[in-house]
């Protein structure tokens, strides 16, 4: 079993949808959460990074971490065109620099 | 500011040779980490240099191997290349406390023939 699952989709939905991606994690010692995006031919880059249960908003992005059901979310309001590329999650333990990844969501807005 | 900076970009090499990639981080930072990414495994963490010592290591064979220089660049070197070595191999470069952001390179394409 992988230490964090992802649907690898892909997801299409039209211009202005909210959409929304999801991880499982099997270990609780993870305890830094994060959200990359992945354009093609690029590298990932940070979209959000959450320590702690909750709900974290920034912009058009939410993202929301239940530690006790070890499940973490994105979500885009208003999704646009340009938000078109692969999202993965990624978790950290404590003291630690090893992200430990999803296999990351394709998605793609249609205009 | 400029950012993490991966060379070469692109690299075709055949079976049996090795390899050397080399990684620049963001000016200040000490910590860089090496990624190997392909469509089956996803984004995968081969190892991780802080200070030129290796500080963490991933699950793979010992084909693979860093190093650290003063100025925190990094090299991976991939010896006896093997067709499942083709990947896209990213860098990524941060202060090296766990809550810092890890930056990442545009990584460097590998194909082995």
């Known amino acids: 079993q992988k230490e964090v699952e992802q649907d690898p989709g892909p997801l299409s939905v039209p211009e202005g949808a909210i959409v929304s991606l999801n991880c499982t994690y099997s270990?609780?010692?993870?305890?830094?959460f994060m959200w990359y995006r992945q354009y093609s031919r690029k590298g990932p880059e940070l979209l959000m990074y959450?320590?702690?249960?909750g709900n974290k908003e920034d912009g058009r992005f939410t993202a929301q971490v239940d530690k006790s059901s070890k499940y973490i979310s994105l979500f885009i309001r208003d999704s646009q065109p340009s938000d078109s590329a692969t999202y993965l999650c990624a978790v950290l333990k404590e003291g630690a620099q090893k992200l430990v990844f999803g296999q990351g969501t394709r998605l793609t807005i249609n205009p | 500011k400029a950012g993490v900076t991966q060379t070469p970009r692109y690299l075709i090499k055949t079976r049996g040779q090795q390899v050397t990639l080399s990684c620049s981080p963001i000016?200040?930072?000490?910590?860089v980490s090496w990624y190997q990414q392909t469509p089956g495994q996803g984004l995968q963490f081969l190892f991780e240099?802080?200070?030129?010592?290796?500080?963490n290591k991933g699950n793979f064979p010992g084909r693979f191997s860093g190093r650290q220089f003063s100025n925190s660049r990094s090299e991976m070197n991939v010896s006896t290349l093997e067709l499942g070595d083709s990947a896209l191999y990213l860098c990524a470069s941060s202060s090296g406390s766990t809550t810092d952001t890890q930056y990442f390179g545009p990584g460097t394409r590998l194909t082995v023939l």
């Open positions: 959450t320590y702690s249960s």
């Open positions: 000016s200040g930072h000490r910590s």
């Open positions: 240099y802080f200070s030129e010592t290796q500080r």
């Open positions: 270990n609780s010692a993870f305890q830094y």
